[in-house]
């Protein structure tokens, strides 16, 4: 595959992605403070957490159209790949088994984004794999979303990202929000 073709193919990616800019996979992203003004002037929303800056996600600059600052995005979003993204763009895989594997993810999300009650889509991810993190098991007539929560969880770690094989310890995993619909919220799956 040509650079070109090679470009092309992680740009498609991503744009059919998203989760990494979209909440799907963080709930803010690290900018350094040299970066805060420049990120703000863009209409961005640079928070305090913990003390250190951070870029909120959803990201403002996110749609579908791909990112709407992308030359002066912060630092941290030039240099995140995930896994797919680092393996498409090193030739270990094709970009038609990569779409393959992140539309099944997609799937997953959607279906839970809908079971959680139609929270914004990404944090079904992250809220899949704090409902896995914490005991008490899920209740049996929950049976089948618990099947979905643990294969999301399970390709998310194994296709985007690994950190989520440890929730506790990526800083990315947010208090459930309760959504707006009428599905039931992760505190609710358990007995
Ligand atoms: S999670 Fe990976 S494939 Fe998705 S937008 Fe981010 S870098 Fe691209
Ligand atoms: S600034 Fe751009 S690359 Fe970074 S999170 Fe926002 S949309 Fe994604």
Redesign the pocket.
């Known amino acids: 595959m040509s650079e070109h073709a090679r470009a092309t193919a992680l740009r498609e990616l991503c744009l059919a992605c ?1 989760l ?2 979209n909440g799907g996979l ?1 709930a803010r ?1 690290p900018v350094a403070p040299a970066e805060v003004e420049r ?1 703000r002037g863009r209409g ?1 929303v640079v928070v305090s957490h913990r003390g250190e800056a951070a ?1 909120r ?1 959803p ?4 749609s579908e159209a ?5 030359p ?3 630092a ?3 240099e ?1 790949q995930c896994h797919l993204y680092a393996r498409l763009a090193a030739g270990a895989i094709d970009p038609s088994a990569a779409h393959a594997r992140l539309g099944r993810i997609l799937e997953l999300v959607a279906t839970l984004t809908r079971a959680f009650g139609g929270v914004e889509a990404g944090s079904a991810i992250r809220r899949a794999a704090a409902v896995l993190a914490a005991p008490p098991p899920i209740a049996a007539e929950h049976a089948r979303l618990a099947l979905d929560l643990v294969e999301l969880v399970r390709l998310v770690t194994r296709e985007l990202d690994a950190r989520f094989a440890a929730p506790a310890e990526l800083d990315a995993v947010d208090a459930a929000v309760p959504g707006p619909g009428a599905g039931p919220r992760p505190e609710e799956l358990r007995r």
């Open positions: 998203g990494c800019c963080f992203v990120l961005l870029l996600q990201c403002a600059a996110w791909g990112c709407s600052c992308y002066e995005r912060p941290r979003c030039a995140y």
